[in-house]
């Protein structure tokens, strides 16, 4: 028996010491500064991370730990998000500004340090201080770690492709003339596949994404919507795609022509081509789920060719794409994807509860100063709320900084659990209701001890319009339990809560004029902020955040900020 469990224990041991050498520092440096590139017959001077659009892919294994040097050199304040990274202890490397850092000024820098746990996939990152992840984003591969493999087929090929969003425009100049007369902003002059416009748009015919592929490959594409305020459909012609994870969570497989893909999300396809060698038309266009609500509704697209096809068949086939506003297509796609059971980092839904919300998300009105003229609805400013607050950022000192060190005056822990007034949430009769429209700018967070599950119920309303909103959580997965349309019946609704698979995501998108529920637990202390993804919404305030107490161990404490963290 001594010699069993001597034996047991070199063997764990052994185990141990392999993930740790499987394991990985990788380093890099992000060079932030201005870049004058050419578009759409037009020249602009853009932000840019190494002089590139998209920014650099990096590539890691789960288990690494990444250092990433950021210089600014630009003129703007800049801090970089690793979107849908836990930051398990390492919650001064998420970096959403005056949330749990202060910005990097022009001329400075500040280095973020943080491991990959318990994820792989496919993530992001881009600038999180005003709209400059317009051009500020890159691909975050993270792959199994050595010995690992994937829940399914090995790809012949990983492609990662990033749908992105661009003006012929300073998009801060777009942001701070919005903010000024409180109207909506200025659209986009386009949309991108991997930073290129495509050849339906003016002076774009060279500046069309091209992918080569072999007949009878299988291909691994990680899809990234970067762009700042669309849903974007994708589908390529005359191929099918088999949805095998989102937001670097496994799925069951799911077969489709066309995905759908929120500002913030990622989907991970298996493209296998297996039609006649030519080459196919790559598209992607917006889901306009408001009514009456102008967008920019042009279309992108790409060319993928088949090697060694014939000369005559060098026509690109265009595939159909959903219509703009076509909601049911866009349910179908988001509702019908459930998790792979037992897949690596899979987790079960927890079942006991100790926070209930229900939170309604939709934009609103602030009133317009004296003696001023404003564009927004009614001679108003545009306004976004959850739950009738209004989320105002702090300026003099970062959230995580303040829960730390215990500094009062920064925020207020009275974020309520439910909505101040109850309404006929999704009648549009309540669209102009001036009772429900004017929420009170307020830094109001949400507290919850270490540990504790909290249920969301995201509840989309009518005020100003109805809309589907990619709800974006930092710092934690959750499990969506269910998506419908109408205001949430807890009596019936609660009937169709999946508790065995439903889908894992960090980004979710409430249906317009409907809801989603979504569950988490709470195991990471810091400063946490949930906000909506389309970036024209969160300078309104349609944001809050959890401050997640520390746990009992030293394991679960949150450790003191980095010596060269950014001082506001």
């Not at 019936?492 to 995501?505: C, G, M, S």
Request: overall charge positive.
């Amino acid at each position: 028996m001594a010699r069993l469990e001597f034996a047991i224990t070199c063997a764990l041991t052994l185990l141990a010491l392999s993930s740790v050498a499987s394991a990985a520092i990788v380093e890099h440096t992000f060079q932030v500064k201005n870049l004058t590139v050419s578009k759409l017959c037009h020249r602009q001077v853009i932000t840019a991370v190494n002089g590139s659009l998209p920014g650099p892919t990096i590539r890691v294994k789960e288990g690494d730990t990444l250092h990433v040097h950021v210089v600014n050199e630009s003129p703007y304040n800049v801090t970089i998000h690793w979107h849908g990274v836990f930051q398990l202890m390492s919650g001064w490397a998420d970096g959403p500004s005056y949330m749990t850092q202060c910005p990097i000024r022009p001329g400075s820098s500040y280095t973020y340090r943080f491991t990959i746990t318990k994820q792989e996939g496919t993530l992001w990152w881009h600038a999180h201080v005003s709209w400059l992840r317009a051009t500020v984003y890159g691909a975050l591969v993270i792959r199994p770690r050595s010995g690992h493999k994937y829940p399914f087929p090995k790809p012949h090929r990983e492609v990662p492709i990033l749908l992105g969003e661009w003006w012929n425009a300073n998009v801060i100049d777009v942001e701070n003339q919005a903010q000024a007369t409180g109207a909506a902003p200025n659209n986009s002059d386009a949309y991108t596949i991997n930073g290129r416009p495509g050849n339906l748009y003016n002076c774009s015919k060279k500046n069309t994404y091209k992918l080569k592929v072999q007949q009878g490959k299988t291909y691994l594409l990680r899809i990234i919507n970067a762009a700042l305020n669309n849903q974007l459909f994708f589908t390529i012609a005359d191929h099918k795609m088999t949805v095998v994870a989102v937001d670097a969570s496994y799925t069951k497989p799911f077969v489709t022509n066309v995905v759908l893909v929120a500002p913030g999300q990622t989907t991970d396809v298996l493209l296998t081509t297996d039609q006649t060698p030519g080459a196919y038309y790559m598209a992607a266009r917006p889901y306009a789920s408001a009514p009456n609500v102008p967008i920019n509704n042009s279309t992108t697209r790409g060319i993928m060719v088949y090697e060694n096809a014939p000369s005559t068949s060098m026509t690109p086939k265009m595939p159909a794409l959903p219509r703009l506003n076509d909601t049911a297509t866009a349910h179908r796609l988001n509702s019908n994807l459930t998790s792979l059971v037992g897949a690596p980092h899979w987790a079960p839904v927890p079942r006991d509860v100790d926070e209930h919300m229900y939170v309604t998300v939709g934009l609103g009105l602030e009133r317009c100063e004296k003696n001023r003229t404003c564009g927004g609805p009614n001679g108003q400013k545009l306004s976004a709320s959850m739950n009738n607050h209004s989320f105002q950022f702090p300026t003099k000192l970062s959230i995580l900084e303040a829960f730390f060190f215990n500094v009062k005056g920064i925020y207020t822990t009275d974020f309520p659990n439910k909505p101040p007034v109850k309404f006929d949430y999704t009648n549009t009769i309540n669209s102009n209701n001036t009772a429900l429209l004017f929420a009170p700018k307020r830094t109001s967070v949400k507290k919850v001890k270490f540990n504790a599950t909290v249920e969301m119920i995201l509840q989309d309303t009518s005020l100003i319009t109805l809309e589907n909103h990619p709800m974006h959580l930092h710092g934690f997965n959750f499990h969506v339990l269910a998506q419908g349309f109408g205001n949430f019946n807890t009596r019936t609704d609660r009937k169709k809560f999946n508790l065995v698979d439903p889908q894992i995501r960090n980004t979710i998108g409430v249906p317009v004029g409907g809801w989603a529920a979504i569950r988490f637990t709470a195991d990471n202390p810091g400063a946490w902020i949930m906000h909506c993804h389309l970036d024209v919404h969160l300078p309104l305030g349609l944001a809050t955040a959890f401050v997640v107490e520390n746990g009992p161990t030293p394991a679960t404490t949150l450790p003191p900020p980095p010596k060269d963290l950014p001082k506001c």
